[in-house]
C-alpha cells in the first residue's frame, strides 16, 4: 500500500506539473538572457580557461567536472531507454530539447548562486539557491526548505540508488560477490569524501572527462556498426515526436503527448537544470563575477544531455530498429538499454558496463557535496563529519538494500527540489538580466566589485 502510493505521489509529481513549470521557466529564462544558448562555445572555451586570482575555493573547470560527476549519470543510460520504452522513439527529440531550453535555467541558477554567495569564517565559500532565496528574496523559510530537501535527497538519489546500481552491475557481468563489491566501493568513497572539495574536485576532473569520452566514442563505433538504419532512425525520432501514429518496428505504439512526456521528464532529470543542484559547486570556484562561472556551468547541460543522452538515444534506436529481437515493448528502460548494447558483439557490453559504474560513482561523489552544502547552511560547519560518516554508512547500506520504494521517495524529493529554485529563478529574473547585460562582451573577465560577505554563524548554521 505505501509503495503504491509513493508510486502515484512520484507519477503525478514527474508529470505534467512540474515538467510545465521547469520547461516554462526555461523558454523565460532563454528570452530574459537574450537566448544565452547562443554562447555556448565561447562558455566551453571558458570551462576550460583558468580564472587566475579570483574568488573561490575549486577551479571553474573543477566546478564545473563535479556538478557533470552528479549529473552525467544513470538517468544518461537507463533513463533513456525509460524514455524510449514508454514513449516511443519520439521522446529521444523531446528529452534532445529540454537540454537546448534547460541551458538558460542553468545558467540563471548558477548566476544568482554566485552573486549571492557568502564566505564562512574560515574562508570556505559557500552558495546556492538557499542563498539566493535568503539574501536575494529575503525568503528564509524556502530557503531552509531547499536546503532540507536537498541534503535529505542526497541520500537517495545521490547516494544509495547509485551505489546499488554500481554494485548490481559488478555482480551481474563479474560475478563479483556483492559484499565484496560493497565493501570497496564505500572504502573509495570514504577515501574521496575525507579529503573535502579539493579533493572531490580532483578525482572529478580525472575522471568525469575519461569515462564521458570513453562512453561517447563507444557510442560512435556502435553508431558506425549501425550506420545502415541511422538515417531511418532519426527520421523516426523526429516523426514520432509529432505523429499519434504507432511507431512501428517493434516500438510501442505512443501519442505525441506520451513522447513529449517521458522526454521531458528524463531529459529534465537527467540535466537536472532548474533542481538547484549543480549551482552548490558552482558558487564554490574562482570566478571574476557571476557571469563567468554562470556559463561555464551551463555547458554541463550540453555535455550531459545534448550530446550524451542523444548519443544514448541514437544507440538504443538504431538497435531497436536492426536487431527485431530487442524487446521495444516491454516498458522497462534497464532492460531495453541492456539488450541494445548486448547485441553489439565485442564492445557493446563493455561500454554500457563501464558507463553505468562510472557514471554511478561519480555521481555520488558529486551528490555528497551537494548534500554537505545545504547541511552547512542549516547546521553549520561542526556537522560536515557527522554528514560524511553517515554518507559512508549510507553508500554500504544502499548497495545490498532492495530500493523500488527508495528510489520512488527520493525522486519525489528530488523533483521537490525544483520548486523553491525554479521561484528564485522567476523572482530575480531582473537581476538575472541586468548581471548578463553588465558582464557582456569584453566585461566577461571584469572582476565583480561587490563584496563577499563573512557569514558569522558557519559554524552553527541556520537551525544550529
Not at 230 to 257: D, K, Q, W, Y
Request: with cysteine; charged share 10%; proline share 3%.
Amino acid at each position: 500500500m505505501f509503495a503504491s502510493i509513493i508510486d502515484t505521489i512520484d507519477g503525478f509529481l514527474w508529470g505534467w506539473p512540474l515538467i510545465t513549470l521547469l520547461f516554462a521557466t526555461h523558454l523565460i529564462m532563454t528570452v530574459r538572457t537574450g537566448f544565452i544558448q547562443k554562447d555556448i562555445f565561447k562558455a566551453i572555451k571558458l570551462s576550460v580557461t583558468k580564472d587566475a586570482g579570483a574568488d573561490g575555493d575549486v577551479s571553474q573547470f573543477g566546478a564545473l567536472t563535479t556538478a557533470l560527476s552528479s549529473t552525467i549519470g544513470t538517468g544518461n543510460i537507463i533513463g533513456v531507454g525509460t524514455a524510449i520504452a514508454l514513449g516511443g522513439p519520439g521522446a529521444v527529440l523531446w528529452m534532445w530539447l529540454t537540454g537546448i531550453f534547460g541551458i538558460a535555467t542553468k545558467y540563471a541558477e548558477t548566476l544568482i548562486a554566485v552573486k549571492y554567495r557568502v564566505r564562512s569564517e574560515n574562508g570556505a565559500m559557500i552558495g546556492g539557491a538557499m542563498y539566493a532565496l535568503d539574501r536575494g528574496l529575503h525568503m528564509r523559510g524556502l530557503a531552509i526548505l531547499f536546503a532540507l530537501l536537498a541534503s535529505i535527497c542526497a541520500f537517495g538519489i545521490g547516494n544509495m540508488v547509485q551505489a546499488n546500481a554500481v554494485v548490481t552491475n559488478i555482480t551481474q557481468n563479474f560475478h563479483v560477490p556483492a559484499i565484496i563489491s560493497a565493501v570497496v566501493l564505500t572504502a573509495l568513497v570514504a577515501l574521496v569524501i575525507l579529503g573535502g572539495i579539493k579533493t572531490i574536485t580532483k578525482v572529478s576532473e580525472t575522471l568525469v572527462p575519461f569515462m564521458s569520452l570513453f562512453y561517447i566514442i563507444g557510442c560512435l563505433v556502435i553508431l558506425v556498426m549501425n550506420r545502415d538504419v541511422l538515417p531511418e532512425s532519426i527520421s523516426l525520432i523526429v516523426s514520432s515526436a509529432f505523429s499519434a501514429r504507432a511507431a512501428g518496428s517493434g516500438f510501442i505504439g505512443t501519442t505525441v503527448m506520451l513522447a513529449c512526456r517521458y522526454g521531458f521528464a528524463r531529459g529534465l532529470f537527467s540535466n537536472e537544470a532548474g533542481m538547484g543542484s549543480a549551482p552548490l559547486v558552482g558558487a564554490a570556484a574562482q570566478t571574476a563575477n557571476p557571469k563567468r562561472q554562470a556559463l561555464v556551468s551551463m555547458t554541463g547541460v550540453f555535455w550531459d544531455t545534448v550530446v550524451i543522452c542523444l548519443m544514448t538515444g541514437l544507440v538504443l534506436v538504431s538497435g531497436i530498429l536492426k536487431y527485431p529481437a530487442i524487446d521495444a515493448l516491454s516498458g522497462n528502460g534497464a532492460s531495453v538499454t541492456t539488450a541494445a548494447f548486448s547485441v553489439i558483439p565485442g564492445i557493446g557490453v563493455p561500454v554500457l558496463v563501464f558507463g553505468l559504474i562510472t557514471f554511478a560513482f561519480s555521481t555520488i561523489l558529486g551528490w555528497y557535496y551537494y548534500g554537505e552544502r545545504a547541511c552547512v547552511y542549516l547546521f553549520g560547519e561542526k556537522a560536515i563529519r557527522i554528514y560524511k560518516i553517515l554518507w559512508v554508512i549510507v553508500v554500504f547500506i544502499g548497495s545490498l538494500a532492495e530500493l523500488n520504494v527508495v528510489w520512488n521517495i527520493a525522486d519525489i524529493l528530488n523533483g521537490l527540489m525544483a520548486v523553491p529554485n525554479v521561484l528564485a529563478v522567476l523572482l530575480l529574473h531582473k537581476v538575472i538580466a541586468e548581471e548578463t547585460r553588465k558582464y557582456s562582451g569584453i566585461h566577461i573577465n571584469d572582476t565583480d566589485p561587490e563584496e563577499i560577505p563573512v557569514v558569522h554563524n558557519a559554524e552553527n548554521g541556520i537551525l544550529g
